[in-house]
């Protein structure tokens, strides 16, 4: 207990969750849109389910640190590159969140949502188990990238863990808002797919090893962010400015 009366130990602490927090934002997006297309009743348990899912990966791999570093060396080559297990899968989970983020992309373009029309097809809603299956794949390749920056920060363990699981609870009480949020307003759910799909090539080039700075695609994310907040605002001020239509009164009535 007298260690963690230690400034540096706190700082640790504090610096590690506020870094887990921004690691996490790519996976409460992607989280959001699964969950987006389960019924009401069952989003609140598999945002809940999914996100534990993550805390227990995270948690799992950090006691596993052998097997981690592992990861890292080759296990085979290809044309003089070397292959490594991280390599693998950084490369395919690149894959299938842009395979996702792409497919998700073309059902709102082509009005998946919409269930009035005959000439398109209804959206085939996923079952629960399947959302949840999704979820813990990319739990997995999100949990890499959060994992490496937490022993990179420190050597501590307990630190790490209880860095990383104040840091679940808090994307755990932001989910809930942040799906509604995306839910309601169709412009800002294409700028989140397309984020997945800017972590997704930067998950494979990442494979390949060509190493892209995570402050680029946060600070693109942000700006982008920012440029939509200003849209949605002023679409709001121009709807309330906008003259209301009032009907025409009918013949025979009075003016």
């Known amino acids: 207990m007298e260690a963690l009366a230690t400034p540096e130990l706190w700082a640790a602490l504090l610096t590690l969750t506020a870094l887990e927090i921004v690691l996490g934002i790519d996976n409460i997006i992607f989280i959001s849109i699964i969950v987006s297309k389960l019924p009401k009743e069952q989003q609140a348990r598999a945002r809940t389910l999914g996100l534990a899912g993550a805390l227990f990966t995270r948690v799992g791999l950090l006691f596993s640190l052998a097997w981690m570093a592992s990861l890292i060396h080759p296990i085979f080559t290809v044309m003089a590159f070397p292959v490594s297990g991280r ?7 690149g894959l ?35 959302a949840i299956v999704q979820i813990m794949i990319l739990d997995i390749v999100f949990s890499l990238d959060s994992v490496i920056t937490a022993v990179g920060m420190t050597n501590n363990l307990p630190i790490m863990v209880a860095a990383i699981t104040i840091a679940i609870i808090t994307m755990m009480f932001f989910a809930g808002p942040l799906s509604r949020f995306v839910d309601a307003h169709p412009t800002v759910k294409i700028l989140a797919l397309a984020f997945l799909i800017m972590v997704g090539g930067a998950l494979v ?11 680029y695609l946060y600070f693109a994310m942000a700006f982008s962010v920012g440029v939509e907040m200003v849209n949605l605002k002023m679409r709001k001020s121009m709807d309330r400015r906008r003259p209301r239509h009032t009907e025409a009164p009918q013949s025979g009535e009075n003016p």
């Open 96 to 130: 299938f969140l842009l395979w996702k983020a792409t497919t998700e992309i073309h059902e709102s373009l082509e009005g998946g949502d919409d269930e009035s029309s005959i000439d398109v097809p209804r959206r085939k809603v996923p079952s629960f188990l399947s």
């Open 205 to 215: 080039a990442e494979s390949l090893h060509f190493h892209i700075p995570k402050g």
């Open 87 to 93: 390599d693998l899968v950084l490369f395919f989970g």
